[in-house]
């Protein structure tokens, strides 16, 4: 399959659908999950979609092993390229390369004016502007409503994107009225789409929480395969 067919079969154009065109730049996204369910791997194949796309990806890693998101773009992409048989995809995993940075911190010891500071140079020493930031392991448990107020005005000032992964809490599924998780439903006017990863016997399947001011929310028809972490069209 010729990459501009893979992008055309992308379930990601599924999610693009359901919630009416993407999350859109200036606007806030978040993956919701228990820890080990899938939402480091949601995030890459959202990025690495965008960057089949032609756009570029900022990753922002807050894990406390920063080599590891190296590995889930290889393996999320040779997933992907092996399921849709993509032609030249050593080729085009390098030029992807060339589309995507990753950055490292650790929450707890920098400010966020530091991280624009770090993505202002980015753009200006590279250059590198990124259409889509991704933020994996940020505690939006121990953020307030000024720190993610404060990714919002960046997503808004740079004209991007910016996807989110949050952590449930493993004994305790505290939902809103909305039937939204905690911690990301302490940023209710914040996050334009909501999207929670729930584990079947053999799959996880995709609940679509929020999409922007959309009252009547279809149903997210994607899955995530446990064993390959691959992203496919779920009709059941």
Not at 33 to 60: C, F, P
Not at 116 to 129: A, G, L, R, Y
Not at 143 to 171: C, G, M, P, Y
Request: net charge negative; charged share 25%.
């Amino acid at each position: 399959m010729l990459k501009s067919q893979l992008i055309k079969k992308s379930p990601i154009r599924v999610l693009d659908k359901t919630i009416h065109g993407g999350l859109g730049a200036g606007n806030l996204g978040a993956f919701t999950a228990r820890k080990g369910v899938g939402k480091t791997a949601s995030l890459v194949h959202v990025a690495t979609d965008k960057m089949l796309r032609g756009e570029k990806v900022l990753h922002i890693s807050y894990a406390d092993d920063p080599n590891h998101i190296e590995s889930w773009y290889k393996q999320v992409f040779n997933e992907v390229a092996s399921f849709f048989k993509l032609e030249n995809a050593h080729e085009i995993y390098e030029q992807l390369l060339q589309q995507r940075l990753i950055l490292h911190f650790k929450q707890k010891e920098i400010e966020f004016s530091q991280i624009k500071e770090d993505i202002n140079q980015i753009s200006k020493n590279v250059p590198f502007h990124a259409d889509t930031i991704i933020v994996d392991g940020y505690s939006l448990e121990d953020a307030n409503k000024s720190d993610v107020e404060n990714w919002k005005e960046l997503a808004n000032e740079k004209n991007q994107e910016i996807w989110f992964s949050s952590t449930l809490h493993r004994e305790n599924l505290q939902l809103d009225e909305n039937g939204i998780p905690a911690p990301v439903n302490k940023f209710p006017d914040l996050f334009s789409v909501i999207i929670m990863l729930v584990p079947q016997p053999n799959h996880v399947d995709f609940h679509l929480l929020k999409a922007h001011n959309d009252t009547d929310l279809e149903k997210l028809r994607l899955k995530l395969d446990p064993k390959t972490m691959l992203i496919a069209n779920h009709r059941v």
